[in-house]
Every structure is written in structure tokens, then in C-alpha cells.
């Protein structure tokens, strides 16, 4: 079975920066595509980002880009999101999905198996 | 930036009843690549329809998806207590940037 688990999520004033991880198992990372979708506190699922197999193409939503970045390790099976200058806007829960295959174009955005959120608040 | 409109917002149904819920796109969306992910409270999204029409592995036959260019339809034949939650669609072509409608919640009435 397919497992994405996500951790760092937590407590950080407004400008401060926080590491998410999201560790995979049952997959082999570097085939995929993964993204990160958030949720605020009742409100609906926006996209965040997105990385290819080898973490060569990132692409970000404008709300986010210039202060979060997405990176991988795929010796260790592990996606990453570093945010900065975080604001609390950016309170929400983060979810890691996993994409489609790299080698089938098409389905690099459908979100095919999702872990199960890392809460992140933003307050002083 | 294709832009999805769910209605309605609010769908409140008994289980046993049929329940349609809409999904509009502000541009054709080529290839159906249309999904539809139920979320339950406090759980993450669970992928439910792709292609506009298929059914992911282990999803139910009462779920069904249709619809093709700007108007996409999740029906779920006869609701059953789980099925009670907020269904979200969600655009994915091979653009750089993903979109998903605001969700319709499903209450037992």
C-alpha cells in the first residue's frame, strides 16, 4: 500500500520559516510527481506546488512563490516544502499527494493518493 | 486560468436518495481531465473520479462522473451514511498550475 506521511507542521510566528517532510512508502518517489495542496481552517483545497521525478521542474501558485520552495530526496523517499516569511495567511493543514507517473504527461496533476495533512498555524 | 464553479454549496439529502452535484468550468477543459475527490472531516481527500468518468480503484459503483468542455456532473445513486462529507472536482491538464472548485458538502437532511 501507498503511504505519505507528512511531519514538521507546528506553531511559528508571523516572518518565521518551517520545514514540511512528507516520507513515502509502498512507491518509489522518483517516478513521480508530487505536489502540495493546503487547506485553511474551513475553507476549501488550493494547490501550492508541484516537482517532477528528479526535482528538476518546480512550478509554485503565485500566493506562494519567491517564499516556499519544494525539494525532494529520492535516496530517501522524502518530499520536502521549506517556507519562509511565513504570515497568517499560511495557516492550514499541508497535504502531500502523490501525481502521476513521469512518463505518462497527462496525468502529472491527478492526485492519485494524498498523506494526512500537517497542521501549520501562524500567530504570534 | 480556468476557473471551477461547484454547485450547489450545500446538498441536503436523506441516505437512499440520489444526489447530483455540478461542477462548471469558465473554459472548455480538452481531454476531460476533470476529478472529483470526496473529503470526510478531519481526513484527507480521497480520489473518487478521474477522466471525467472513471471510477478510481476501490470506489463504489454508486459514484459516477460525467460531463465533458464546461460542465461536468458527480452523481452518487443512492447515499449511504459514509457517504455524507464535501466532494471538491478538480482540473488536471498538464497545465503548470492546478485548480479545484470550492466544494459542495453533502448533509444528511
Known amino acids: 500500500d501507498v503511504q505519505l506521511v507528512e511531519s514538521g507542521g507546528g506553531l511559528v510566528q508571523p516572518g518565521g520559516s518551517l520545514r514540511l517532510s512528507c516520507e513515502a512508502s509502498?512507491?518509489?518517489?522518483?517516478?513521480?510527481?508530487m505536489h502540495w495542496v493546503r487547506q485553511a481552517p474551513g475553507k476549501g483545497l488550493v494547490w501550492i506546488s508541484r516537482?517532477?521525478?528528479?526535482?528538476?521542474?518546480?512550478d509554485y501558485a503565485d500566493s506562494v512563490r519567491g517564499r516556499f520552495t519544494i525539494s525532494r530526496d529520492n535516496a530517501k523517499n522524502t518530499l520536502f516544502m521549506q517556507m519562509n516569511r511565513l504570515t497568517d495567511e499560511d495557516t492550514a493543514v499541508y497535504y502531500c499527494?502523490?501525481?502521476?507517473?513521469?512518463?505518462?504527461?497527462?496525468?502529472?496533476?491527478?492526485?492519485?493518493?494524498w498523506g494526512q495533512g500537517a497542521p501549520v498555524t501562524v500567530s504570534s | 486560468e480556468v476557473v471551477l464553479t461547484q454547485s450547489p454549496g450545500t446538498l441536503s439529502l436523506s441516505p437512499g436518495e440520489r444526489a447530483t452535484l455540478s461542477c462548471g468550468a469558465s473554459q472548455s477543459v480538452g481531454g476531460s481531465y476533470l476529478a472529483w475527490f470526496q473529503q470526510k472531516p478531519g481526513q484527507a481527500p480521497r480520489l473518487l473520479i478521474y477522466?471525467?468518468?472513471f471510477r478510481a480503484t476501490g470506489i463504489p459503483d454508486r459514484f459516477s462522473g460525467s460531463g465533458s468542455g464546461t460542465d461536468f456532473t458527480l452523481t452518487i445513486s443512492r447515499l449511504e451514511p459514509e457517504d455524507f462529507a464535501v466532494y471538491y472536482c478538480?482540473?488536471?491538464?498538464?497545465?503548470?498550475?492546478?485548480?479545484f472548485g470550492g466544494g459542495t458538502r453533502v448533509d444528511i437532511k
Open positions: 509502498g512507491i518509489s518517489l522518483k517516478n513521480y510527481w
Open positions: 516537482s517532477n521525478g528528479d526535482g528538476t521542474m518546480r
Open positions: 477522466g471525467s468518468s
Open positions: 478538480q482540473l488536471y491538464d498538464t497545465s503548470p498550475q492546478l485548480t
Open positions: 499527494a502523490r501525481g502521476g507517473n513521469v512518463l505518462i504527461q497527462r496525468e502529472a496533476n491527478l492526485l492519485y493518493w
